[in-house]
T-cell receptor, first 109, second 117 residues
């Protein structure tokens, strides 16, 4: 079956760095997405990786290793507004998104 | 660009009634629209995929007669929850793709919170 695993919850301190991991097992691979979702709101796109390596976008970076079925989202200089759920999603061979359950990130002052 | 709207944002209805949710792509033509449901503290669950002018493809376990999807144009899709029951209370989110990007990024609407009393 298809499976996306990510931690349920993480806590970090304002100004610090946090890494959210995602491992996946899917039928085929056409890219991995990270989305941010604030409570009661729809997800917003953060990043897309289809090749191995690191993609940097401001304070957020995303890494992919296809051979390991592994990705991480790195958030630097954490701000209180970064408190949200972070969803990992993989596009399978049918171009369908398979979603992880999300990681709730709690930022403390 | 690539804005998706949903209406209504919140709806409360009595058990047994039907509720229609609209999803619109405001500044692009959406070749494909997706409907998701999300229960509290859970991930997005794909309900169905619809292409303009054709019947929606429903995921396993989703009743097509209960969740009616109409994708009448390249900018509008509707989801009608028929004979709603309290267990249908959930956060319904639509998304749309342009089909022009290599990775077909999905643009999400703001979601509709449905509460069935």
């Amino acid at each position: 079956g298809q499976n996306i695993d990510q931690p349920t919850e993480m806590t970090a301190t304002e100004g610090a760095i946090v890494q959210i991991n995602c491992t996946y097992q899917t039928s085929g691979f056409n890219g991995l997405f990270w989305y941010q979702q604030h409570a009661g709101e729809a997800p917003t796109f953060l990043s897309y990786n289809v090749l191995d390596g690191l993609e940097e976008k401001g304070r957020f970076s995303s890494f992919l290793s296809r051979s390991k079925g592994y990705s991480y989202l790195l958030l630097k200089e954490l701000q209180m507004k970064d408190s949200a759920s972070y969803l990992c999603a993989v596009m399978d061979s049918n171009y369908q998104l398979i979603w992880g359950a999300g990681t709730k990130l709690i930022i403390k002052p | 660009g690539a804005v998706v709207s949903q209406h209504p944002s919140r709806v409360i209805c009595k058990s047994g009634t039907s509720v229609k949710i609209e999803c619109r792509s405001l500044d692009f033509q959406a070749t494909t629209m997706f409907w998701y449901r999300q229960f509290p503290k859970q991930s997005l669950m794909l309900m169905a995929t619809s292409n303009e002018g054709s019947k929606a493809t429903y995921e396993q376990g989703v009743e097509k007669d209960k969740f009616l999807i109409n994708h009448a144009s390249l900018t509008l899709s509707t989801l009608t929850v028929t004979s709603a029951h309290p267990e249908d209370s959930s956060f319904y989110i639509c998304s749309a793709t342009t089909g022009t990007e290599s990775y077909n990024e999905q643009f999400f609407g703001p979601g509709t919170r449905l509460t069935v009393l």
